[in-house]
């Protein structure tokens, strides 16, 4: 956290979380409503905005660490969809998520609210176009599936077979075309 920013009525509610950025060295700055109305894109805001640094991950780190599960999102646009897999994927156990081609920024407000907390341990790579790091993932010893409601083979016969056994990066394409 590099900045704070919180209504009177939050700082008396969370004094915790003050003290905490504060000593932490982030700067902390009271604002009225209309400030934090200003600062946030929420109809009701809950009185508290941190200014945080970027926690993109390379790649290669997360793959560094011997992934059993990682989940790629290509094209994915829409941030609520996009914080809403960062979210499942923690709760999954995956390694990580990587956003390839051109996903949603993982920092979009909406995405961050939607990862509900998990995109701030979570690591999250941006990638390149999901074609260009796919050789990348099968090298970490990754096998690449894909989603798609049109496949020969559904979830219960991947798992009788086995094959989901086995570490893997999961595909997700975009909301509207799908895998690219």
Not at 40 to 68: E, H, M, S, W, Y
Not at 128 to 133: F, K
Not at 154 to 177: Q, S, Y
């Amino acid at each position: 956290v590099l900045e704070l920013f919180a209504t009177a009525d939050a700082a008396d509610r969370h004094p915790e979380i003050l003290a905490a950025a504060e000593a932490g060295g982030a700067a902390v700055h009271l604002v009225n409503g209309a400030v934090m109305s200003a600062l946030t894109q929420t109809v009701t805001p809950q009185g508290l905005v941190a200014v945080c640094g970027l926690l993109d991950v390379p790649l290669a780190d997360v793959l560094g660490t011997a992934p059993r599960l990682l989940a790629v999102l290509a094209h994915a646009r829409d941030p609520g969809n996009a914080g809403t897999v960062v979210r499942a994927a923690d709760a999954a156990g995956a390694a990580g998520v990587l956003l390839t081609g051109d996903s949603v920024d993982p920092y979009n407000g909406k995405c961050v609210r939607a990862s509900a907390g998990s995109l701030f341990h979570l690591p999250v790579s941006v990638g390149d176009q999901v074609a260009d790091d796919l050789p990348a993932l099968r090298a970490a010893g990754l096998q690449v599936l894909a989603a798609d409601g049109h496949a020969d083979l559904d979830l219960d016969e991947a798992a009788d077979t086995g094959l989901l056994a086995a570490p893997t990066a999961w595909v997700f394409g975009n909301e509207a075309w799908g895998l690219p």
